[in-house]
């Protein structure tokens, strides 16, 4: 009997980046900071761009970087059943879940690969600055502006990357 447990799964369309049991899982939502631990009151929420740390039942934290997505949290009898071993479908527990469009193991970011990203986002934004504000018609203007909110996040998302992937970025 597993009562009070925490079961935790963080997935995307692709893959499941983690799925199992822990002791707290750690994300930013537009709300501010939430720590979601065994018995947290059932929430539906979205998740920000951030780290997502989960205190896994054994071993050391793990950080994941998220872009974004969806937080639920369900807490009732075999909430975490499958997620969690010896949980019941009666036993009382948690299931978090995070449900990301883009999501990775700090671990395993490829770092070269975020530096070229990085790279490529800065020239692409130095190109477009350098077109923003000069005479055109409405529509291009418009496009060029959107061209560049993408090429903001698309920076952003290369930052974001880089400090989570380095020492003094891990939580």
């Known amino acids: 009997m597993a009562e009070h447990a925490l079961g935790i799964e963080i997935v995307t369309p692709e893959h499941s980046l983690f799925r199992g049991g822990g002791t707290a899982l750690v994300s930013s939502t537009s709300e501010g900071d939430l720590t979601i631990m065994a018995d947290h009151a059932e929430i539906i929420g979205d998740v920000v761009s951030g780290t997502v ?3 896994p039942v054994d071993g050391d934290p793990i950080s994941i970087v998220v872009h974004g ?4 949290v369900t807490t009732g009898p075999g909430a975490a059943a499958g997620l969690v071993d010896g949980v019941s479908a009666t036993d009382r527990s948690t299931r978090a879940t995070i ?3 883009i999501a990775e193991r700090s671990s395993e970011i490829d770092i070269p690969r975020a530096e070229a ?11 477009l600055r350098s077109v923003v504000g000069r005479p055109s018609d409405a529509e291009e203007s418009r496009d060029t502006y959107v061209e560049l909110a993408e090429a903001e996040a698309a920076l952003a998302r290369a930052e974001m990357r880089l400090a989570t992937a380095s020492p003094i970025g891990m939580h």
Not at 69 to 72: A, D, K, P
Not at 117 to 127: G, T
Request: aromatic share 4%.
């Open 69 to 72: 997505g969806f937080l639920q």
């Open 99 to 101: 449900l990301a469009g």
């Open 117 to 127: 990203a990085k790279a490529r986002a800065e020239a692409h934004l130095a190109e």
């Open 53 to 55: 740390r989960i205190d």
